[in-house]
C-alpha cells in the first residue's frame, strides 16, 4: 500500500468511528503503524491535575484501559508543566536514547488531554508532518463527535449516548470490576416541583435552573463517572468503584449543594435520586426500573432525599419485574 493510501485508509478508519474511546483507539493504531513506536497513550487530567484515565497501545493489538492507580512518571509530569507554562501545542524531549513525543489533544478547565508517544528514532520531517495532519483531523472529528453526543442545553451526556454507554457497561469495557464491598451505581436524579419553576418562572428561567444543576453535577461527581441528561428535568449518573456509604455520600452532597443555588424569587431547589447497583447479570431496563421505584419513593416521601432500590427492597415495598441478562439478547 503507497504512503498517501495508507494514509486515507487511516483517516477513513478517524472518521467510521462512533465512540470517543473507539476514534482514541483508532489513533493509537493509526500512530502505530506510521510510526512503529515502542509505546503510544492518551492520557487525561482532570482540572486538579489527577490522572483520571490512560488509553495505551503497545506492539500487541489490545489496547489498555486504566481508569484508577495511573502512574505518571516526575519526567512526564515535568514536560506537561513546560508545555502548560509556555502555551505550546507539542514537545519532543530525548532521554537515555529514546524520544518522547508530547502533543496537546484538549485543554480546558475541567481536563487536558495528551498524545505521548515513546520512539527509538526521532520522527523524520515527512513523518512529524503526517501526525500533525493526523491529529488535526482527530481533533476536528472529535469535536463532531462530541457535539453529537451531548445535550445541547446542559453540556452533559445525552439519552442516546447514554444507550450506547450501557451496552458498553455489559461489554466490560467502561466499568471496572467489583472487588470486596465496592460496585458500580446508577442513579436517577429528578428536579423536585419542576412544574412549578416553569409555570411561575418561565420556560427560560426553568432552562437557567438546568444549566445550573449540570454545573452542580460536574463540579460534584469524578471526572469518570458518567452523567447524562436524560429527558426534561431528569438527570443519570454512572458511578464506579465506590461503596455504597461512598455512593451515599457523594449523592448527599450533591442535594447540598443544590440547595445552595441562589436564584431571585425562586424558593431553593431541592433534588429527589434512586439509586440501584449495576449488576451485569440484570438487564439494563431492569436496572432502570429499579432506579425509577427508588426515585418515585423519594419523591412520594418527602422530596429532597437519596432512596437506594435495596431498602425499599428489604422494607417490603418494591415490585419484583427482574429480567436478567440471559434472558433478552442484546445484540
Known sequence: MSISN?????IENFTSQRDKELLAFSLLKSIRDILNPIRTSILTLNGQDEPTMEISL????????????IRV??????????????????????????????????????????LIITLDNKPSRS???IIKGMLSIYSNFSSLLAEAQTDELTGLMNRKTF??????????????????????????????NFKLINDS?????????????????????RQDDMLFRFGGEEFVVMMRDLTREECKQMLDELLSNVQSIVMNNLDPITLSAGVCEFQKDTFHVTLMDQADQALYYSKQN?????????????????KSNEVTHGDIDLF
Request: glycine letters at 4%; a negative charge; one cysteine or more.
Open 163 to 192: 444507550e450506547e454507554s450501557i451496552v458498553k457497561l455489559y461489554q466490560g469495557t467502561a466499568f471496572t470490576d467489583e472487588n470486596d464491598n465496592r460496585a458500580n451505581w446508577i442513579a436517577i436524579i429528578d428536579i423536585d
Open 302 to 318: 418527602g422530596r429532597n432525599r437519596v432512596t437506594f432500590y435495596e431498602e425499599i427492597v428489604a422494607a417490603g415495598l418494591a
Open 6 to 10: 495508507n494514509i486515507l485508509h487511516h
Open 73 to 114: 512518571p516526575e519526567s512526564t509530569r515535568a514536560s506537561l508543566d513546560y508545555i502548560n507554562t509556555w502555551h505550546l501545542d507539542e514537545l519532543m524531549k530525548a532521554h537515555d536514547d529514546q524520544y518522547t513525543s508530547f502533543h496537546v489533544l484538549q485543554q480546558s478547565r475541567q481536563q487536558n488531554q495528551y
Open 58 to 69: 503497545s506492539n500487541s493489538e489490545s489496547c489498555e484501559y486504566r481508569y484508577q492507580d
Open 201 to 221: 418562572a418561565g420556560h427560560l428561567y426553568g432552562d437557567e435552573v438546568l444549566i445550573h444543576i449540570s454545573r452542580v453535577l460536574q463540579q460534584t461527581f
Open 127 to 129: 513523518e512529524s508532518y
